[in-house]
Structures are given as structure tokens and as C-alpha cells.
């Protein structure tokens, strides 16, 4: 069959199906692909932008596309985050410099760098920069976590005008995130690529561009590798002024143990911030109990980030 013909018949076909059938195949939202949010050793930063089509409620959440800091286009779940498109939220789906090849300090700085586009951006995508959101599962909830007790307000010096805005967010909703790479289960077991995360050592390769060598080089020191051990642990940059915080997480998680929600959701409590943790009875790294779960997330942020009356 000629070409022209087969076009023509697929034409027809398709004004046949009823639009209302239609309209339900299609997604609720638009989609901007590789939008780049920052460069680096030559190469681009990239989010996705999703904008629900239906109502837009004017505060935007970050979803961190991480799972075991291995970061990539394909990583970007839409079934995640379909609840927040639903009640009119723009998620701006990120990826950052990935393992095996960047460490967790680079990811967690991509991360900043991501918050502070968006911020710089609102106006461009109709969101209030002071009600932004972040969210992931497991590494992509460590690192949400990050961003919640580490964020900062920027450097006011900067060359870059992105580095001079804030890259602090309004509330956390995460699942089953690592929060303390040194007592990981229990007091003093490290983790570091270690142990229970033997299997993931490449982000835990920690390492520094000497001048001397003119390459980056591998940190061997046990000492400096527990202090930047201390740095990416959530919990060790908990204040006063942390965002509202929720987690969800497994009472029989393997590989993060629930241990880990249970010890940040007490020293935020402790330093008076708003913090709760959704425990699953048997749940374990993933599964259907964590997928009916994920409205909670969206209720989460619909209690705070809900536009001032």
C-alpha cells in the first residue's frame, strides 16, 4: 500500500474515535524536556518541567529522579508525582551528575543548583519561589533531605546570578531516605560504600582536583572521608529553621533501615520543627504499600505550601 494511502487511512481512523476517548489517552499536563538548569566539566544539567493543564495552584515541587545516586532521563517517574499534577502543582522533575562518575557532594550540589534556576525562573513558570517543594524515593529522599537541612540563601558575591539565589525549599515529602551515613542501623556502624551499602561504593568514592597533579584524586584519609561522611548526612545539619518535614518509610526495610527516618524526625522535633513519620507495617524498600501511600505526599504539601490567605 502507498504511503499516502496509509497516512490517509490513519487519518480517517482517528477522527473516528470519539474525542472524549481521546482525551483520556492524553496526559493532563505539558511537558518541557532538558531544560538546563546548569553546566558542568562541559556537559548540561537538565530538568523536565510539568505544568498540569487543567488548574495550576502556583507552587512548584522538585522531584529528585535519583535511586541509588544513579541519576538519568529514563529515572523520571511521572506515576510518582501524578497525584501533585492532579491538585495543580508544576513539578520540575531534576537529574544530576550521576554515579558511578560524580560522588554524593556533587549530586547534592547539583540539586542546589537546580532549586536556585527554579527560584531564579518563577515568574517564567507561574510559581511562587517562596512555596517550593521537594520530594524523592531512597536516594533521591536523602538527597530531598539535603536540600531541607542544607539549603542555603545564596552568595550574595557570586559572578553567576543563579548562585546568588536561595536554594532553600518550604517542605520536604520523601520515602525511605538515608539519613546518617555513620550510625546506619545502629550507633557507630558506618556506610559509607560500607557494610549494608557495600554495593553502592562509587558514590561514597570521594575525591578532589589537586593542582600539583592537575587531575582529581582519590581521598584516602579515613578522617576526611567520616567528615564528608558527616557532611551528606541529613541529620547533622538539622536547625530551627528547617521546612516542615514528612517522611514515609518501611518498619522491615533491608538495605535503609527505618532507623534512619526515625532518628531526623526526632531531632527535627526536637529543634521544634513540624516533622512526621508515616511507618509501614512490614513494608520494605518499595512496593504497592508505598504507591497507595503516595497522596500523602501531595496532602503533605497541600498543608504546606498552600498559598497565603
Same mark, same amino acid.
Given at each position: 500500500?502507498?504511503?499516502?494511502?496509509?497516512?490517509?487511512?490513519?487519518?480517517?481512523?482517528?477522527?473516528?474515535?470519539?474525542?472524549?476517548?481521546?482525551?483520556?489517552?492524553?496526559?493532563?499536563?505539558?511537558?518541557?524536556?532538558?531544560?538546563?538548569?546548569?553546566?558542568?566539566?562541559?556537559?548540561?544539567?537538565?530538568?523536565?518541567?510539568?505544568?498540569?493543564?487543567?488548574?495550576?495552584? =502556583?507552587?512548584?515541587?522538585?522531584?529528585?529522579?535519583?535511586?541509588?545516586?544513579?541519576?538519568?532521563?529514563?529515572?523520571?517517574?511521572?506515576?510518582?508525582?501524578?497525584?501533585?499534577?492532579?491538585?495543580?502543582?508544576?513539578?520540575?522533575?531534576?537529574?544530576? =551528575?550521576?554515579?558511578?562518575?560524580?560522588?554524593?557532594?556533587?549530586?547534592?550540589?547539583?540539586?542546589?543548583?537546580?532549586?536556585?534556576?527554579?527560584?531564579?525562573?518563577?515568574?517564567?513558570?507561574?510559581?511562587?519561589?517562596?512555596?517550593?517543594?521537594?520530594?524523592?524515593?531512597?536516594?533521591?529522599?536523602?538527597?530531598?533531605?539535603?536540600?531541607?537541612?542544607?539549603?542555603?540563601?545564596?552568595?550574595?558575591?557570586?559572578?553567576?546570578?543563579?548562585?546568588?539565589?536561595?536554594?532553600?525549599?518550604?517542605?520536604?515529602?520523601?520515602?525511605? @531516605?538515608?539519613?546518617?551515613?555513620?550510625?546506619?542501623?545502629?550507633?557507630?556502624?558506618?556506610?559509607?560504600?560500607?557494610?549494608?551499602?557495600?554495593?553502592?561504593?562509587?558514590?561514597?568514592?570521594?575525591?578532589?582536583?589537586?593542582?600539583?597533579?592537575?587531575?582529581?584524586?582519590?581521598?584516602?584519609?579515613?578522617?576526611?572521608?567520616?567528615?564528608?561522611?558527616?557532611?551528606?548526612?541529613?541529620?547533622?545539619?538539622?536547625?530551627?529553621?528547617?521546612?516542615?518535614?514528612?517522611?514515609?518509610?518501611?518498619?522491615?526495610?533491608?538495605?535503609?533501615?527505618?532507623?534512619?527516618?526515625?532518628?531526623?524526625?526526632?531531632?527535627?522535633?526536637?529543634? =521544634?520543627?513540624?516533622?512526621?513519620?508515616?511507618?509501614?507495617?512490614?513494608?520494605?524498600?518499595?512496593?504497592?504499600?508505598?504507591?497507595?501511600?503516595? @497522596?500523602?505526599?501531595?496532602?503533605?504539601?497541600?498543608?504546606?505550601?498552600?498559598?497565603?490567605?
Amino acid at each position: 500500500m502507498r504511503l499516502w494511502l496509509v497516512l490517509l487511512l490513519f487519518v480517517i481512523c482517528r477522527a473516528m474515535v470519539p474525542a472524549v476517548g481521546r482525551a483520556a489517552d492524553e496526559p493532563n499536563y505539558d511537558r518541557s524536556e532538558d531544560v538546563i538548569y546548569g553546566r558542568k566539566h562541559g556537559m548540561a544539567l537538565t530538568l523536565d518541567v510539568f505544568k498540569p493543564r487543567a488548574k495550576v495552584n =502556583g507552587a512548584g515541587v522538585v522531584f529528585v529522579a535519583s535511586g541509588g545516586w544513579f541519576s538519568a532521563h529514563d529515572r523520571i517517574s511521572v506515576p510518582f508525582f501524578s497525584e501533585l499534577l492532579n491538585r495543580g502543582y508544576t513539578v520540575f522533575a531534576v537529574v544530576h =551528575g550521576s554515579q558511578p562518575r560524580f560522588t554524593i557532594p556533587e549530586a547534592a550540589a547539583d540539586i542546589g543548583r537546580a532549586v536556585r534556576f527554579i527560584r531564579a525562573h518563577a515568574a517564567d513558570y507561574q510559581v511562587d519561589p517562596l512555596r517550593i517543594g521537594i520530594t524523592g524515593g531512597s536516594a533521591g529522599g536523602h538527597l530531598s533531605l539535603m536540600q531541607g537541612m542544607a539549603g542555603d540563601l545564596g552568595k550574595a558575591d557570586a559572578d553567576d546570578p543563579i548562585e546568588r539565589v536561595s536554594s532553600r525549599v518550604q517542605a520536604v515529602a520523601c520515602l525511605f @531516605p538515608p539519613t546518617d551515613f555513620l550510625n546506619y542501623g545502629e550507633p557507630g556502624n558506618i556506610a559509607l560504600g560500607r557494610g549494608t551499602l557495600s554495593d553502592y561504593r562509587a558514590p561514597f568514592d570521594f575525591n578532589e582536583f589537586v593542582p600539583e597533579t592537575k587531575r582529581f584524586e582519590r581521598i584516602t584519609d579515613e578522617a576526611r572521608v567520616l567528615e564528608i561522611g558527616r557532611t551528606i548526612s541529613p541529620v547533622n545539619h538539622v536547625s530551627a529553621d528547617d521546612p516542615p518535614t514528612f517522611i514515609i518509610h518501611g518498619d522491615a526495610d533491608k538495605l535503609v533501615p527505618i532507623q534512619q527516618a526515625e532518628l531526623i524526625i526526632e531531632k527535627l522535633k526536637a529543634a =521544634g520543627v513540624t516533622a512526621e513519620l508515616e511507618a509501614v507495617a512490614g513494608g520494605d524498600h518499595g512496593g504497592a504499600a508505598f504507591a497507595e501511600r503516595l @497522596p500523602l505526599l501531595a496532602d503533605w504539601f497541600d498543608k504546606h505550601l498552600a498559598a497565603p490567605k
